[in-house]
């Protein structure tokens, strides 16, 4: 009976061991590992696993979309409507096109096109040459009112 060799036996559960190396490919391509090759040791060949869980991949996403919902900035303001009125009017009283005034200004022509349709974020740079080409108010109080000429002294 002492020829019968009793070992545990594990239910449920995969011993570990370690993947013999059946080509160059399998080998992670260092310096380290290509040494031990030489010397003859046994070079572990593990893939290393991304450590994501394929389950919970969406949730990171849903929460970030439901921080970037709870933190939601406010858009900034765009060009009141009467400013869009107030170019449009004096741009025809001057008979200038959008391209011809956007030339005057040195912009785009869709810039312009986006200052009349109320749609621009409002620049006080291009809003201080439009106003100094076409003589009309466009910040503050009175918006659409023409600007006196130069003072005489």
């Known amino acids: 009976m002492s020829d019968i060799d009793l070992k545990p036996v594990v239910i449920g559960s995969r011993a570990k061991t370690a993947k013999v190396t059946r080509n160059a490919s399998d080998l992670n391509v260092c310096p380290y590992s290509i040494a031990a090759r030489r010397a003859g040791a046994v070079v572990g060949t593990e893939k290393k696993s991304s450590g994501l869980n394929k389950a919970h991949q969406g949730t990171d996403h849903q929460r970030i979309a439901k921080l970037d919902r709870e933190n939601e900035v406010a858009p900034p303001p765009k060009v009141l409507p009467s400013v ?55 910040r503050g109080a009175d918006i659409g009112k023409k600007l006196a000429g130069p003072k005489k002294s």
Do not use: C, F, H
């Open 84 to 138: 869009g009125r107030a170019i449009q009017t004096a741009r025809m009283e001057l008979q200038l096109s959008q391209k011809d005034l956007a030339a005057k200004v040195n912009e785009k022509p869709s810039v312009l096109q986006e200052y009349e349709s109320g749609r621009a974020i409002p620049d006080p740079q291009i809003l201080a040459k439009l106003e100094r080409i076409l003589k009309v108010k466009l």
